[in-house]
């Protein structure tokens, strides 16, 4: 159902995505959006960018979580729950809610790529994005890893692509969104207390594909055990479906490995890109991205040399796996985004002859921990645990740790992590910081955790370089 030619519109939440929603609708009034009101929430206030958009004829209600009047078109943060109060006061006040990506998609819905998953999603989008623009086809990366969705769609130039990176708050809320290629990566146990139970969160990610046409591409990891638990929904009767694997899964739509080589099958003909080796993102889990993002890019229409050219060059992203400097012959790697274990073992899969010290803890986000401590145990030689979550850590870690020889240390914040993990290393071996935790006990985001764990790391390196110069006057 598209938007009505002219409408009123609700915004629920001052965020980011709030804001930037806002920001779209002052420049459509009054011809296309008739009023603009935010809800804050319970805990809002003015800032220098409310007062901004207040001038601009946004109303803002502050300090409360119960909307008032009636609104056509409500659009919801992707923060707020739909089991809470303030969404459930605002779906009454409204003829209907959404979330920002489906406003964004309702005004703008050709050519969308939306890329979803519980880890991995920030470098499939990076990917599908460079390998469109390396074929010449115009594409804007949207959604979760950067620019909201609607901050991108009074430029879009007429026949390009979004590639929209999408997490399960934002598609909980979408009814009609309905992309031409949908990438679902993984599905593991993340974000339950919101969602309320792992289904509840398996649900939002599925959504992704509820709308597909016959005509459109779903590129799914056909390894995952997650997304295999759910294979009535996602193998749908009709559905074009690229399994994604090491192994060529022997369908029309495939992306696998052959004798070293990257290939995809699309309407049953074959593209070889890239060779394993000329790929600079280590571990199977980036080997799956890379499938995943070539289906994904050649079933938007680009071309497989370009394909091939654009896996080669592609860096490792900030805070992902992230090479980040070398003290006394220890390899330093950032992969702060790394906020569930599931990311974590992952990660450690890149590391398959190394030795590693791994840094975990940060914010406690209640994750059984019985499993995943047994598995990283005996892929690592060392782990220094940190933050609000370290004695929880410490005690899952304990027996699995004894039984494989494991050392455990233990600090209180980051920086000390850091130089407890480079006193258990030794030339060669690489200290990992991959948390298993969100950082909101020391930190504003991950970026913030990775960047000081980065400066640390350039604060060795400076003073190693210190002594040497010293001792070679």
Not at 84 to 97: C, L, P, Q, T, V
Not at 360 to 380: I, M, N, S, W
Not at 442 to 448: Q, T
Request: glycine residues 10%; hydrophobic residues 45%.
């Amino acid at each position: 159902m598209p938007l009505p030619d002219t409408f009123s519109l609700l915004i629920l939440g001052q965020g980011t995505t709030g804001l930037a929603v806002a920001r779209w609708a002052c420049r459509h009034m009054p011809t296309r959006v008739s009023s603009v009101t935010v809800y804050g929430g319970a805990s809002s206030k003015p800032s220098e960018r409310t007062r901004e958009l207040e001038a601009a004829g946004v109303r803002f209600d502050f300090g409360t979580q119960e909307v008032r009047g009636g609104y056509d078109i409500c659009v919801a943060s992707p923060g707020i729950p739909e089991s809470s109060d303030f969404f459930r006061s605002a779906a009454e006040a409204s003829g209907e809610i959404m979330g920002e990506p489906e406003f964004a998609w309702r005004l703008s819905p050709q050519r969308w790529c939306a890329v979803t998953g519980t880890n991995g999603k920030t470098t499939t989008t990076s990917l599908v994005n460079a390998m469109l623009n390396a074929s010449g086809i115009a594409c804007s990366a949207v959604g979760n890893i950067g620019d909201a969705c609607i901050s991108a769609v009074d430029a879009r130039a007429p026949g390009s692509w979004f590639a929209a990176e999408l997490s399960s708050y934002q598609l909980a809320t979408t009814s009609r969104l309905a992309p031409r290629v949908a990438v679902l990566l993984n599905i593991t146990a993340d974000h339950l207390a919101w969602h309320g139970s792992f289904e509840a969160y398996a649900a939002a990610k599925l959504k992704v594909f509820q709308n597909l046409g016959s005509a459109d591409l779903a590129v799914v990891d056909a390894e995952d055990p997650g997304i295999a638990r759910f294979a009535d929904t996602v193998y749908a009767p009709g559905r074009r479906v690229c399994r994604v694997a090491l192994a060529d899964a022997g369908t029309d739509e495939a992306a696998f490995v052959r004798d070293g080589v990257l290939f995809v099958r699309a309407r049953g003909t074959e593209h070889g890109l890239a060779p394993v080796s000329a790929l600079q993102i280590p571990g199977h889990h980036n080997l799956i991205n890379a499938l995943a993002a070539s289906a994904a890019a050649i079933g938007a229409g680009a071309k497989p040399d370009r394909v091939a050219a654009a896996l080669a060059a592609f860096a490792p992203l900030e805070h992902r796996v992230e090479p980040c400097g070398v003290v006394g012959g220890v390899r330093f790697v950032n992969d702060s985004k790394a906020t569930n274990t599931d990311a974590v073992l992952k990660a450690l899969a890149a590391f398959p002859n190394d030795r590693v010290i791994l840094l975990l803890g940060g914010h406690d986000k209640g994750t059984e921990l019985g499993a995943f401590a047994r598995k990283a145990c005996r892929e690592v030689a060392g782990v220094v645990t940190f933050g609000e979550a370290s004695a929880r850590f410490q005690e899952a870690l304990r027996a699995p740790a004894a039984d494989a020889g494991t050392v455990l240390e233990t600090a209180k914040h980051l920086g000390d992590a850091v130089d407890a993990a480079l006193a258990l290393a030794g030339s060669g071996d690489v200290v990992l910081l991959s948390p298993a935790c969100s950082s909101f006990d020391e930190f504003s985001g991950f970026e913030e955790r990775g960047r000081a764990f980065k400066a640390r790391v350039a604060e060795l390196a400076a003073a190693e370089s210190e002594v040497a110069r010293v001792a070679n006057r």
